[in-house]
């Protein structure tokens, strides 16, 4: 049985929840059994946000996560409250633009993306979190960039589709940030 259990985090605004969505629906069209669940703070930006993804080759009997195999982090915040949760073994991937703390377990395996630097050099200054969703493909290879850039397109419509190439540009950037790091 396959199973990836991913929480995505960050402050509200940041866009971890659209990071989650955009796994969720890029492995639904390449085919596995999918569960998104999101969760809000209370404030409307600022607070707190974050989700749970699981992608199976089975039917997800129970969606909430207690281990992640990889944890996307987007503020210190979210790293200090998830970081223990990841499984041995697991993944932290987290925007070293925006984190000033490292991962404190010697047990993950941990990928440093300066996504909202890169973000900004593509003149995006709200896209890190495409950088961090590239980045994830990359370390996780579980869903293709390919299906990436088709849910950028059909999520990206009407007044909305100017961002879809500087969307897809960014997760492209995050993917080959990783590719060349390793």
């Not at 960050?10 to 929840?17: E, N, S, V």
């Not at 909430?64 to 210190?76: A, G, K, Q, S, T």
Request: net charge negative.
């Amino acid at each position: 049985m396959l199973r990836d259990k991913i929480i995505v985090a960050g402050a509200g605004g940041q866009g971890a929840l659209r990071i989650g969505q955009m796994i969720a629906y890029a492995a639904l069209d390449e085919g596995w059994e999918v569960e998104w669940i999101p969760s809000y703070g209370a404030e409307m930006r600022g607070g707190t946000a974050n989700c749970n993804v699981t992608i199976s080759d089975e039917e997800i009997l129970f969606p909430m996560i207690r281990e992640p195999d990889y944890l996307i982090v987007m503020n210190d915040l979210s790293l200090g409250k998830f970081e223990c949760r990841v499984r041995p073994g697991g993944v932290v991937i987290l925007d070293s633009s925006m984190i000033s703390n490292k991962v404190g377990r010697d047990d993950l395996h941990a990928y440093y993306v300066p996504a909202d630097g890169i973000a900004e050099e593509e003149g995006n200054t709200r896209g890190a979190n495409m950088v961090l969703l590239g980045a994830y493909i990359a370390v996780a290879e579980r869903v293709s960039l390919e299906s990436i850039c088709n849910i950028i397109d059909h999520s990206f419509t009407g007044y909305k589709a100017k961002y879809a190439d500087s969307n897809k540009r960014l997760v492209k950037r995050g993917f080959e940030y990783i590719k060349k790091s390793n």
